[in-house]
């Protein structure tokens, strides 16, 4: 009998890949796959290991982990990611529970390590090279029959000073594009309606592969894909996005005019703290010149407070920044200091700080996404349904939501179809969220 082996992934959409792959290679394999503990012979958790908040959720996941194996709920715990990368020297010694620690460099070694656990017993560690070209392993998709992540590189080379990401994923790496087109197609072919692109940094694509930056091509090459309905980018470098691709943002009808763009912060003195390219200037211009290009342009950003170098003067810099310019999505983060980067050796605010003035920036932002909310509020969208809430009330999303982070609008009527495309009309708010109905 086959054995069945759960999954549970933390982490960002870049993780969630990678999990899809070793569910993939597992049922390959002859193994079944499935998203519960329960009945299980073995858990593979797919780790974060970012930032604090990511660290503590990947070892609570796991000492809960480590009771119901106690209990005899299944045998076997892989730690696989970000995590056990991290702190590859210490992971089994520290966290005997693990049966098995698996880096981010060898995620397609997975059924050789589940394999070697029911064959030869505890105590594994795999790491490979975290370098090494980015896998072209098939996925079993976890989110959503009409939606799906589609990553287009690994690893980073920015450097900044308070991110450990390049200690953990390695150097950059695109995918070649008749790769990613290939994927891309084939997850269309099945369904697919939405790509979402993800990287570390998505506008550096290509420069390591073809000595020049392709993602425009890319783009253009994606909105060429029939019954594809909507590409979504996230993860833009500000400091990168250049005239070809807001251009073909612009003229792309395929790309939903909704940007992820994270700039840190506006701060001189904090971005050059932060080894960040770009000036506050810059980024001011930048949103100016986006907004002037693409109609309807929505943004989300992240911020960190906090940060070396931030005192009340660069703090008021970024809530002026983030007032002024109506982010009309924003995601915040204290600073917490991670081991082994430069930014954890330098001066800084101290956390009370950092948390009271993220808590901030979290109230501006609120602020700013009701406006934005009310403002909708009599217009008519398209949007893709997903399902039913807690209230057996259709939830969808306009180009103005991506997926897990931003919520949903829920639809109200008769016989409103589910992973499917419709017209709606929004008619009010509730609870923050809006209400809408078929058009």
Known sequence: ????????????????????QMMFLLREAGYIVCGDTQGVDAVVLNTCGFVNSAKSEAIDTILELAELKKNGDFSKLIVAGCFPERYKDD????????????????????????????????????????SAPVSETGRILSSSPVWAYLKIAEGCNNLCSYCCIPQIRGHYRSRKMENILDEAKKLVSGGTQELIIVAQDTTM?????????????????????????????HYLYPSDIDDELIDEIA????????????????????LTKMNRRGTGDEYSGLIKKLRQCIDNLVLRTSVITGLPGEGDKEFNELYKFLKETKIERIGVFPYSPEDGTPA??????????????????????????????????????TVLTEGFN????????????????????TVVGPNVPINAFIDVRIVGMENGELMAEPA
């Open 205 to 233: 694509y290509g420069l390591d592969l073809y000595g020049e930056v392709k993602l425009a091509t890319l783009l253009k090459e994606l909105g060429a894909i029939e019954n594809l309905r909507w590409i979504r980018l």
């Open 1 to 20: 009998m086959s054995k069945l082996i759960g999954f549970i992934s933390l982490g960002c959409a870049k993780n969630r890949v990678n999990t899809e």
């Open 91 to 130: 992971i089994l010694s520290e966290m005997q529970e693990i049966d098995a620690a698996v880096g981010t460099g060898s995620f397609d070694d997975i059924v050789s390590v589940v394999e070697t656990l029911f064959n030869r017993g505890s105590g594994l560690s795999y790491f490979g090279d975290i």
């Open 344 to 381: 954890a050796q330098m001066e800084r605010p101290d956390e009370d700080t950092a948390i009271q003035r993220s808590e901030i920036i979290y109230t501006l932002g609120s602020e700013i996404m009701e406006n934005f909310n009310k403002s909708r509020i009599g217009e008519t969208f």
């Open 251 to 270: 003229k792309n009808d395929k790309i939903v005019k909704y940007l992820d763009i994270p700039f840190q912060h506006i701060s001189d003195v904090v």
């Open 390 to 409: 807690d209230d057996n009330v259709v939830m969808a999303r306009s180009f103005a939501e991506t997926p897990d982070v931003d919520g949903y609008i």
